[in-house]
């Protein structure tokens, strides 16, 4: 069974940064597209980034030019680096497969962007 451990939140200022990880275990992490997805209170959750095997990226267009999505293959890990954060990038974030059938959800690593 795939497991999925989320980890790098925290509470931030507008304008800072944060770089999100997450590490799997119990499948063949790198030949699939993985997908960073957010859930903030009282809203769906909602797709940020993707990145396939061969590294390409997409990202929903309200984070274009601030989150980077990269991976680490021989570490079963994908990153999610973000600056320039805004209030309303508050969320839980999480990482899954995208295209596929989802993966177990992890526990999610909360960020909060807040003076």
């Known amino acids: 069974q795939v497991q999925l451990v989320e980890s790098g939140g925290g509470l931030v200022q507008p304008g800072g940064s944060l770089r999100l990880s997450c590490a799997a275990s119990?499948?063949?992490?790198?030949?699939?597209?993985m997908g960073w997805y957010r859930q903030a209170p009282g809203k769906q959750r909602e797709l940020v980034a993707t990145?396939?095997?061969?590294?390409?990226?997409t990202y929903v267009d309200s984070v274009k030019g601030r989150f980077t999505i990269s991976r680490d293959n021989a570490k079963n890990t994908v990153f999610l680096q973000m600056n320039s954060l805004k209030p309303e990038d508050t969320a839980v974030y999480y990482c899954?497969?995208?295209?596929?059938?989802?993966?177990?959800w992890g526990q999610g690593t909360q960020v909060t962007v807040s003076s």
């Open positions: 990145i396939t095997s061969g590294r390409t990226t």
């Open positions: 899954n497969v995208f295209g596929a059938r989802a993966w177990a």
């Open positions: 119990g499948t063949f992490f790198s030949i699939y597209t």
